[in-house]
T-cell receptor, first 119, second 112 residues
Framework: GAGVSQSPSNKVTEKGKDVELRCDPISGHTALYWYRQSLGQGLEFLIYFQGNSAPDKSGLPSDRFSAERTGGSVSTLTIQRTQQEDSAVYLC?????????????????FGPGTRLTVL | SQQGEEDPQALSIQEGENATMNCSYKTSINNLQWYRQNSGRGLVHLILIRSNEREKHSGRLRVTLDTSKKSSSLLITASRAADTASYFCATDSQGGSEKLVFGKGMKLTVNP
């Protein structure tokens, strides 16, 4: 498909277990973002990958959260020792670096998200 | 950190009416974007307005930007039940890491 895909669509896990969430961005998109959205809330930025630059990890809430982007394409978000407060929808987005008069004007394309429930 | 704040947080109108949503932000920006989200899943980009633009149109959407007040508004004209969704503004930051920061969103309900 041409869009951003995420897997699994739903994940139920027990407290203390590790989970891996996968994101397949649109082919050729250099930027990839992870967000978290709790029920009825806005998007919480987690991490941002841009090309070969060091990722911006400033949004990761704790050291239990980590993410990788292999080969500049697929990304995996890992949550270790999950807690109930980690329950949320995890959204991935990708974009193609676009500049107009030197300014970034990227449009982010979002995947459908992974709904994580920690029991 | 929160950049954009939408106002009101929820709006309920009748089909055919216009809906206006406002967004305020804190730091200087290069551009501001509006997104829409249905059913708590992925967001869809609606429109982007650059910092040197004051107004932009796309179909039934009209976006304004007032950089002196650090605010933007999204107007949906002749609303339809299908416009029912959550709407988010997102801003980048001048001199920042070029990532977008999203507001908390605003829930629009259009009643048939």
């Amino acid at each position: 498909g041409a869009g951003v895909s995420q897997s699994p669509s739903n994940k139920v896990t027990e407290k203390g277990k590790d989970v891996e969430l996968r994101c397949d961005p649109i082919s050729g998109h250099t930027a990839l973002y992870w967000y978290r959205q709790s029920l009825g809330q806005g998007l919480e930025f987690l991490i941002y990958f841009q090309g070969n630059s060091a990722p911006d990890k400033s949004g990761l809430p704790s050291d239990r959260f980590s993410a990788e982007r292999t080969g500049g394409s697929v990304s995996t978000l890992t949550i270790q020792r999950t807690q109930q407060e980690d329950s949320a929808v995890y959204l991935c987005a990708s974009s193609l670096e676009t500049r107009l008069a030197g300014e970034r004007t990227d449009t982010q394309y979002f995947g459908p998200g992974t709904r994580l429930t920690v029991l | 950190s929160q950049q954009g704040e939408e106002d009101p947080q929820a709006l309920s109108i009748q089909e055919g009416e216009n809906a206006t949503m406002n967004c305020s932000y804190k730091t200087s920006i290069n551009n501001l974007q509006w997104y829409r989200q249905n059913s708590g899943r992925g967001l869809v980009h609606l429109i982007l307005i650059r910092s040197n633009e004051r107004e932009k149109h796309s179909g039934r959407l009209r976006v304004t930007l007032d950089t002196s007040k650090k605010s933007s508004s999204l107007l949906i004209t002749a609303s339809r039940a299908a416009d029912t969704a959550s709407y988010f503004c997102a801003t980048d930051s001048q001199g920042g890491s070029e990532k977008l920061v999203f507001g908390k969103g605003m829930k629009l309900t259009v009643n048939p």
